[in-house]
Nanobody, 124 residues
């Protein structure tokens, strides 16, 4: 059983940056693909980004491409999401997720473990 704990959310202004962290425990972190999803009020949870176990191949939603960067530190069992040029439309609860195997990267059902989420609010 893998436990995931997110941190780093907060209230920022448009154009600001935040870095989210997700620390994993209870499993072999380096074997999991790690993803970030987000859910805004009244909307479905949506894929943001994913990073493969090794060598760290990444994939992004079009809405965040060029602004967000996902990375991982397998020695620290941690995955990061660097978010730059934040927009009010990025306001959501951000969730970290882990997958043992991925056939498709965007559906949330492909991921086996989830964190509790961290709130990101971007004011205009």
């Amino acid at each position: 059983q893998v436990q995931l704990v997110e941190s780093g959310g907060g209230l920022v202004q448009a154009g600001d940056s935040l870095r989210l962290s997700c620390v994993a425990s209870g499993g072999t972190f380096s074997r999991y693909a790690m993803g970030w999803f987000r859910q805004a009020p009244g909307k479905e949870r949506e894929f943001v980004s994913v990073i493969a176990p090794n060598p760290g191949i990444t994939y992004y939603a079009d809405s965040v491409k060029g602004r967000f960067t996902i990375s991982r530190d397998n020695a620290k069992n941690t995955v990061y999401l660097q978010m730059n040029s934040l927009e009010p439309e990025d306001t959501a609860v951000y969730y970290c997720a882990a997958a043992q195997t991925l056939r498709r990267v965007t559906p949330s059902a492909e991921y086996d473990y989830w964190g509790q989420g961290t709130q990101v609010t971007v004011s205009s």
